[in-house]
């Protein structure tokens, strides 16, 4: 072949690669060196390309036509989760070649296949030579992700052209020294410096710059004038301490995220060395944003009736809309979303308790399911309960029919805030879920005593609980009794495993996906019940089995898995598949509510892009390997 037309067929070759990620964003000398240095081969159906028994891989390959199926190799035979079908633009195997081990998996030919082939050498030196082909091949599923998020962006660029990004750092937000006094300060020296700088809290540090504490224009009101304080006392004795502090590296997401959480109006910033460097207020990150944390935290905090609260759950919709737009990631956008709507709830909670005489009662309002995990969507209904000491003075059925039509009265007000009533009745107005610590222990061990499948099903999403209002101490000593007796309960951690197998990733053998075939739900994909579930489920069982008490999925995974010994790496491919199948939830359900339907969590496959679709695969993957963990640590057939 002669110089032109080799180059004309290089030139045709890298057209194609330029179509599929990661080589769509490679640097041009190193998409030169990888064209220069593949060649093609020709695989018949049902022919080998790789398999174990060769050893270390001697090529890298790209489908460039037909389909190559990955098939599970080795002793153990997991029949539905023994396949991965790659299509044009998918390479393979990447693990294998970049250890220097054999493959785990046989690759075979599905159909009349064509691959690029890149020897074994010259893959190595692609990373060295393209920094964006070192961390796809390092961080497969993080890198496409990223990709994703980029184009969800551009998708979304006209949407929030007034706004600025909340993914900004603090220390980009920073605009000024910081002010401070030393925590000896006379209060009234404070007091002045505070009203001198006309800034709205003064920070409180050490000698070396450190913040120990700080003090707010409202705590002047309450600590300071209505307590007639001696201000030649020292500032330290009515500041807060510990102050709420941030890296500067820390986003605008994390502040918002942190004054959601615990009711505050100011963020102090610190350096490496944890120097204050700065101030960030609610007013800083309301400037990023139409509707801002500022304006519905002060809604929800002022809200007199539930016709205001109502309000401020329609701007907490469209923040997170906005935050979607502007490309948050999953797992911050849900505890976004959480974090206000517990302020939400809180506040529904707390008007309640102006009509309803609770006083001298321990009892804790527990939220359960996605509201337990901090995973809540924009399509979410209510998962609640009480629970409760008895008093020695009172007579339990008189008490708890009070707690009864309290539960009753906020339960429909959250309904009416767009929570919609439980169909299968798992609120707190159920008399089966506003318990006393005795029976919730009772319902807890019967489940366990007798894990038959309905007790299963009440533990999927039960042992999820955590305290929205209340008595947290009641709440914490029920988890660490519960955590004990699972984790010495074999026989129960095992069935719980059995039941997170039920359900396995939808991934065809030959087709990338199986999809519903159901009339009513032609095509689609239930990423609920066939996607986030299945790493719900199994870092649940992770959870229960390694005593960790957090209850949302990643920090399960992240915790239960380094305690068995999972590699890092691992276990950050499978918090990203779970984050992005969040984030095609979040979506989807954004998508539907713009066009005036309800939100749900299906969606059609066909419909997504290309770098989408493979996306999912991925993840569907990752969902794969952390159910075959299941079944191998725990020997179900």
Known sequence: MDTTASDTLIRTHLDFLRRHAPFDRMEPEALRFLGERMSTGFYPAESEILVPEDGPPRFFYIVYRGKVQARQAGAVSVTEY????????????????????????????????????????????????????????????????????????????????????????????VKKAPVYVSPTLATRAALEKMAEASVGCMAVADDDGKPVGVLTQSDILKRIVLTGYDLARPIAEVMTTPPHTLSGSATAYDAALEMATHGVRHILVVDSEDRLKGVVSERDLFALQRIGLRQIRSGIESAADIEALQRASRDIRQLALNLLAQGIGAEQLTQFISALNDALTRRILELNLDRHDLYGIEYAWLAFGSEGRHEQTLSTDQDNGIIYVLPEWADKEPLKLRLLEFARDVNNDLAACGFPLCEGNIMASNPELCLTVDEWREKFSSWIREPHPEALLNA??????????GDEKVAHQLRHWLLALTGGNPAFLKAMATNALDVAPPLGKIRDFVTDDDPKHPGTIDLKKFGARLFVDAARVLALRTGVEATSTVQRLRQGGSRIGMPAEELAAMADGFHFIQLLRLRHQHLDTDHGAPGDNRVKPDNLNELDRRILKEAFRQARKIQLRLKLDYQIS
């Open 82 to 173: 023994s396949t991965l079908t790659l299509g044009p633009g998918e390479g393979f195997p990447i693990g294998a070649i970049s250890a220097g081990r054999p493959s785990t998996n046989s690759h075979v030919a599905v159909e009349d296949t064509y691959c690029f082939q890149l020897p074994a050498a010259d893959f190595l030196r692609l990373q060295e030579l393209s920094p964006s082909f070192q961390i796809f091949c390092t961080r497969y599923i993080a890198s496409l992700m990223s990709q994703s998020r980029e184009q969800l962006q551009v998708q979304f660029a006209q949407r929030a052209t007034e706004q600025q990004t909340m993914t900004t750092s603090l220390a980009n937000l």
């Open 460 to 469: 999927t999403i039960f042992f999820d609980f955590r305290v929205l209002y």
